[in-house]
C-alpha cells in the first residue's frame, strides 16, 4: 500500500513536471536565470515543509552527494530546453530509467536481469536516433545536454537509498544551488513583462517546488526503477503542451527515437509488473 502511495505521488509529481518544458520555452530568459528564479520558489515551498514537519537538516556525505544531483538535474534540464526541442529534452532525459538500472548494479550489487540488458540496449538505440536527427538540425549540443540531464535525473530516484541520505533535504540544497548559479545571469535579464514573471512565478510554484514537494514523499517508498518508469507521463505531457502552444513538433527520426525509448521502457515496466505479480502468486501457493 506503501509503496501504491508513493508511484501515485510520483505520478503526480510528473504531471507537473510537464510544464516545465512549455514554460522554459516561454520565458525569453537565458536557462540559468530561468532556473535561478524557480529554484528560489521552490526553496521556500520546501523549507515551510520541512519546518511544518519538523524535518531537520543533517548535513551528510549522501545529503551534499543528492543535492549535486538534483542541481546538477535541474540546471542541465533547462539549458537542453535552450538548445533544442522540449520533445527532445525530454525525451532524451527519460533514458533515466536506464542509468537507474546500471547504478543500482554498479553502486548497490543490484544485478541487472536480461530484461534489463535488453531494455538497455533498446533505449541506447533510441538515443542513436536523436543523435543522428541533432547532426542535422544543429541540437546536438542540447541532445548531449539532455542526455546527460538523463544521467543525474537517475542519481535522483536514488536519493532514498545513498547512505546517510535525505531526499528533501537534498532537493532543497539542490536547488540552492542552483540559486546562487544562476544569480549572475538573473541580474543580466531585463525583460520582465507581466506574463514573463507570472510564468517563472507558476514554474517555480507547480511545476519545481509542488511537484518535488510530491515527489520527495513519494520517493520514501517507491522503488527507484519503478518510480523512473511511472514517470513516463512527463514525456507524453511535455512535447504535446509545447506543439499545441507552440506548434513546435519532432521530426520523423527524433520521433522515431522518442517512440523507441518510450514504447520500450513501457513494455519493461508491464513485464516487470506482471513478474512480480506472479512470483506473489506462487508464494501464496
Known amino acids: 500500500m506503501e509503496q501504491k502511495k508513493g508511484l501515485l505521488l510520483i505520478f503526480a509529481a510528473s504531471v507537473l513536471f510537464s510544464l516545465g518544458g512549455l514554460l522554459i520555452k516561454v520565458i525569453p530568459w537565458q536557462a540559468l536565470s530561468i532556473n535561478s528564479w524557480r529554484c528560489g520558489i521552490s526553496v521556500c515551498i520546501l523549507l515551510l515543509f520541512a519546518k511544518v514537519t519538523g524535518k531537520k537538516l543533517k548535513l551528510t556525505p549522501g545529503v551534499l552527494a543528492g543535492a549535486a544531483a538534483m542541481c546538477l538535474t535541474v540546471s542541465s534540464y533547462a539549458l537542453a530546453n535552450k538548445l533544442t526541442t522540449a520533445a527532445n529534452a525530454i525525451l532524451i532525459q527519460f533514458t533515466n530509467p536506464v542509468f537507474v538500472i546500471l547504478f543500482l548494479w554498479l553502486f548497490f550489487h543490484e544485478k541487472p ?87 517563472a512565478i507558476l514554474m517555480g510554484v507547480f511545476q519545481l517546488g509542488l511537484a518535488y514537494l510530491c515527489f520527495t514523499i513519494g520517493i ?11 514517470s513516463g507521463i512527463e514525456p507524453i505531457l511535455n512535447p504535446v503542451l509545447v506543439a499545441i502552444v507552440l506548434g513546435e513538433s519532432l521530426s520523423g527520426l527524433a520521433l522515431l527515437g522518442g517512440g523507441i525509448v518510450f514504447i520500450s521502457i513501457m513494455i519493461y515496466n508491464i513485464l516487470t509488473v506482471r513478474t512480480e505479480n506472479t512470483k506473489k502468486e506462487l508464494q501464496k501457493i
Open 113 to 199: 536481469k536480461k530484461l534489463d540488458i535488453i531494455t538497455c540496449m533498446v533505449v541506447f538505440g533510441g538515443i542513436a536516433c536523436f543523435f543522428l536527427d541533432g547532426l542535422s538540425a544543429g541540437n546536438l549540443l542540447g541532445n548531449a545536454v539532455a542526455l546527460f540531464s538523463g544521467l543525474c535525473y537517475a542519481w535522483v530516484f536514488l536519493l532514498n537509498k545513498i547512505p546517510g541520505g535525505d531526499p528533501l533535504w537534498s532537493t532543497i540544497l539542490g536547488h540552492a544551488m542552483c540559486v546562487l548559479i544562476g544569480l549572475p545571469s538573473v541580474a543580466r535579464e531585463t525583460e520582465y513583462s507581466g506574463q514573463i514573471v507570472l510564468c
Open 220 to 230: 520514501r517508498t517507491a522503488p527507484p526503477v519503478s518510480a523512473s518508469l511511472v
